[in-house]
């Protein structure tokens, strides 16, 4: 199982805690990370995990790449992603069609890209106790 634990530290700032790691997250991008930020951090490094994984697997060496992910939120509520952009840089690495399709076959394994295009039911509530 997965798990974060985030705490409030002050106005917009937030420790997250995950296993023996620590961040900050930040709403205005100042102290730490950004919420939205975060997110698209999650959805490349997990892209670039499973770059990594081909690479090994095929022993193809690639070993310098960078992978970006960009979006914008819609200008009127509810504000979201509409669309989010990853670009992988190969920093020259050069792949044949068949490799090239397949990287990108084996990078949709990815989890965090798999749960983004499945729209998971997200659940909130208050813990035990909390209620007046």
């Known amino acids: 199982m997965y798990k974060v634990e ?3 530290k002050k106005d917009l700032t937030f420790s997250v805690k995950s296993g023996g790691y620590e961040f900050a997250i930040d709403a205005k991008g100042k102290d730490g990370i950004s919420p939205p930020d975060a ?4 959805l490349a490094s997990c892209i670039g995990v499973y770059i990594s994984k081909y690479s090994a697997g095929s022993k193809l060496g690639l070993e310098d790449f960078e992978v970006s992910a960009e979006a914008e939120f819609t200008k009127e509520s509810p504000f979201l992603f509409k669309e989010i952009k990853v ?8 792949l044949d069609e068949r490799r090239e399709k397949a990287l990108f076959e084996f990078i949709k394994n990815c989890p965090v890209h798999n749960t983004l295009e499945a729209k998971p039911e997200v659940k909130i509530e208050l813990k035990d106790g909390n209620k007046s």
Request: aromatic share 6%; glycine share 6%; no cysteine.
């Open 87 to 94: 670009t992988i840089d190969l920093k020259g690495f050069e």
């Open 39 to 42: 997110l698209l951090a999650s």
């Open 6 to 8: 985030l705490r409030h």
